[in-house]
């Protein structure tokens, strides 16, 4: 029989059976029949530590046994509270307020709404729109969508639908940029800012890696650059890490490269390891005392019902202790090296035709193809040698559980390598 689940982005008139996963162990799953495969995208990049990671699973079981869930309006628990603590610590100096919701597209729409209505409780109701990056990527929701990439992201269809925001380029420098080497991307947003400052309430970013967008790497001299001028025309700072928090780019926050604390910042995926749905926005002092005050509009009005779940903290306080008691910064170091030297210093993959550029930075690795049509057929081919892969448009990457061994990293990069050189 036909399943009746209608799966994300799928054609479905195109769309073939969907392999049916019954477990999984590390950075591997198994399906149904017993085939296991290596996961190259450790689950959309959530899965940092593996699949049934032993201290995340007793974790919720543990707080299954305690508390599932209680909601957080007029009301607290020991997880939240804990957890909230502990961002407060990790996260750059000077967020010191959580609020929490269940996913990365919902912590993003909590940044874009607190950011509006900052500007509205200080008297200035005009700063009402948003400043986002071309090939950006921030979620499906409606307010999401509207902050992707308006022309080559996967929204345009919803265009009439959707609030108008403004958009600079896409940063071109790489990650190693000399900081004149950014200027030019930097003169781009000042343009944009110059223009319509007066109607922007926030400059939204994936700061270093524009992910869902292409993999696109920039260097921290753009966040610094930004947030000088974010502070010139005030303009809230938010750093959407969803995708780079947790370690991704090598340290535990992109903003740690750059040692810029956003006004707000965004977090989910990696927060609970992935093991349940749950995201966090931080945002500074300085955001938060304009929410005090004395009219019914200094309230903040949002609060998905599932906010705070005592499952979801109680599993990200663990992944937070195991990130940093099992030296995950040694072994995302590791990864990296694998990456750089299987991909990066490989002259035969930079010189293949089809092959526009190879990027690495922390735990991911892309191989950007001239067209999406030179990776038609990879995930099938991959599966044929025991990884899974689900390249992105023409960008064939990798983003592995930070647990998968250099000997695993080298099995993911040698398919990786091997669709355009081996075959
Ligand atoms: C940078 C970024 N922001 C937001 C999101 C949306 O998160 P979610 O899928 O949990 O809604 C994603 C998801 O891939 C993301 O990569």
Request: hydrophobic residues 45%; glycine residues 8%.
């Amino acid at each position: 029989m036909i399943s009746p689940v209608w799966h994300p982005y799928a054609h479905l008139k195109t769309q073939r059976p969907a392999p049916k996963v019954v477990g999984g162990e590390g950075p591997r799953f198994t399906l149904e029949g017993g085939e296991t495969l290596l996961d190259a995208t450790c689950s959309w990049w959530c899965m940092i530590h593996g699949y049934a990671h032993p201290r995340l699973v007793a974790a919720i079981r543990e707080q299954a046994g305690e508390l599932c869930h209680v909601m957080l309006g007029g009301l607290t628990h020991e997880p939240a509270d804990r957890l909230a603590r502990e961002l407060v610590r990790v996260t750059p100096e000077g967020l010191n307020h959580v609020f929490y919701s269940d996913s990365g597209s919902v912590g993003m729409e909590v940044a874009m709404k607190m950011a509006v209505q900052y500007h509205q409780l200080r008297g200035r109701p005009g700063k009402h729109r948003l400043l986002s990056l071309m090939k950006a990527y921030h979620g499906d929701t409606a307010g999401c969508m509207a902050v992707c990439d308006p022309e080559e992201g996967m929204h345009s269809l919803f265009a009439g639908y959707l609030p108008r925001h403004h958009f600079a380029p896409a940063p071109t420098a790489p990650f190693d940029a000399e900081p004149e080497a950014v200027a030019a991307d930097l003169a781009a947003l000042r343009e944009v800012l110059e223009r319509h400052h007066r109607e922007i309430a926030a400059l939204l970013m994936e700061p270093l890696l524009q992910a869902a967008g292409g993999l696109n790497m920039t260097s921290p001299h753009y966040l610094r650059g930004a947030r000088e001028l974010c502070d010139e025309f005030d303009v809230l700072l938010v750093f959407d890490e969803v995708a780079t928090g947790f370690g991704r780019t090598g340290r535990m926050f992109a903003a740690d490269h750059a040692e810029v604390t956003p006004d707000i910042m965004v977090l989910s995926k990696g927060l609970t390891g992935g093991y349940l749905g749950h995201a966090a926005t931080l945002a500074t002092d300085r955001v938060h005392e304009a929410f005090v005050g004395d009219s019914p509009e200094h309230a903040f009005m949002h609060g998905p019902t599932f906010m705070g779940n005592p499952l979801a903290c109680r599993v990200a306080l663990e992944s937070l202790a195991v990130f940093e008691e099992e030296d995950y910064p040694g072994k995302i170091a590791g990864l990296n090296r694998v990456l750089r030297e299987e991909l990066m210093d490989d002259k035969a993959l930079a010189a293949h035709p089809a092959v526009a550029d190879v990027r690495v930075l922390g735990a991911t690795a892309v191989i950007e193809a001239y067209e999406a049509a030179d990776l038609v057929g990879v995930a099938d081919w991959a599966r044929t040698q025991g990884i899974w892969l689900r390249p992105i448009g023409r960008w064939l990457y990798t983003m592995p559980a930070y647990i998968t061994t250099e000997a695993d990293m080298r099995r993911i990069t040698d398919v990786m390598k091997g669709w355009f050189l081996a075959r």
